[in-house]
């Protein structure tokens, strides 16, 4: 990647919004806080916002404050910036709330993504599928400002570096990941503190509504495909919020034999989320893509407006095609 035109772009403009996608997790958390670090070392100003709200499992990640939630953003701030970046996601529907404000902004604009899918959001484009998590670009990006990280921006790298490669465990994780995680933790990044609130602060309703979405696992299509569903209702029954879903895909997809999985979330009547997980070369993006979603080629998802057994049969009738000679 060439970077060499920030440097000039961050010297011209002063006034910084970044923003990423909706839902956001650590990657997307991650690669806000750490630009809004490169940038502030050179003495301009960012502001990196949230979508939604923080995810608790990620509050720690931001002691002093930087990310400004939804409901805070004022008006004078869009008014004063004078450049806005997107962070770890390139389509309109994932920026959300945010996508007509970004579509009405009309100064400076740039995307610093590794996704494979992508819109026309920016007149400039830090955009490579390389890298298995954006983090590794904001921390290139960093560098070519001069920046070396101090231990907060260094823990917010690694929790993105971590998080997207399933704590190296993907099977697209490179060499290259694992010389940053150990400069990363030169620079004062702490693995066992980061895994510990992450992964082991779980709540009463994350464990039950898990039960939950295992007791409705169903192989499909011959046992190539296997998903679950978690209804509206749960939410109430079990005493769970939808932030309590995030990772629920990983309980699924690890059914022997298959090559999709699946989790299908109703968050509010009517409005679905999915999750996909592809093996042995099966493309879930290009799949999520038909319904206006992305990602990568073995991690997408999409929204779907309608119900999760709606969702569900529409779902399992376009992997019926992409699987047909094994069906």
């Known amino acids: 990647m060439d970077w060499s035109p920030l440097k000039h772009l961050v010297e011209t403009h002063r006034n910084w919004i970044l923003l990423s996608h909706a839902k956001p997790d650590g990657d997307a958390i991650g690669s806000l806080l750490g630009l809004a670090a490169a940038i502030r070392s050179t003495g301009a100003m960012a502001t990196p916002i949230l979508e939604g709200g923080l995810p608790s499992r990620y509050r720690f990640m931001d002691p002093n404050g930087w990310l400004v939630l939804r409901d805070n953003v004022s008006q004078d701030l869009w008014t004063n910036a004078d450049a806005l970046a997107v962070v770890d996601t390139g389509t309109w529907n994932q920026l959300g709330h945010w996508a007509e404000k970004v579509r009405a902004f009309p100064r400076f604009k740039m995307v610093i993504d590794h996704h494979f899918t992508q819109d026309a959001i920016a007149s400039v484009n830090f955009i490579t599928t390389d890298p298995e998590a954006n983090c590794r670009l904001i921390y290139e990006a960093g560098r070519s400002l001069g920046f070396v990280p101090d231990a907060l921006a260094a823990q917010a790298l690694y929790i993105g570096l971590a998080t997207d490669t399933g704590w190296f465990r993907h099977g697209n994780t490179k060499p290259e990941s694992f010389g940053l995680a150990f400069e990363l933790v030169n620079l004062g990044a702490n693995p ?19 039960g939950r979405l295992l007791s409705r696992v169903s192989p499909h299509l011959n046992g190539q495909v296997v998903g679950s569903e978690i209804l509206f209702g749960d939410w109430a029954d079990i005493g769970a919020i939808p932030e309590d879903a995030e990772d629920l895909i990983d309980l699924v997809r690890v059914l022997e034999g298959t090559r999709v999985g699946f989790v299908l979330v109703e968050r509010n009547p009517g409005e679905t989320r999915g999750s996909l997980r592809g093996r042995d070369g099966f493309d879930v993006a290009a799949l999520a893509q038909t319904f206006g979603g992305g990602g990568h080629k073995a991690a997408a998802g999409f929204s779907f407006h309608g119900s999760a057994q709606e969702a569900k049969g529409l779902l399992l009738e376009r992997l019926r095609e992409r699987l047909a000679p094994n069906t």
Do not use: D, H, V
């Open 192 to 210: 066992t503190l980061i895994y510990r609130e992450i992964y082991e602060r779980s709540s009463l309703g994350k464990l039950r509504l898990s």
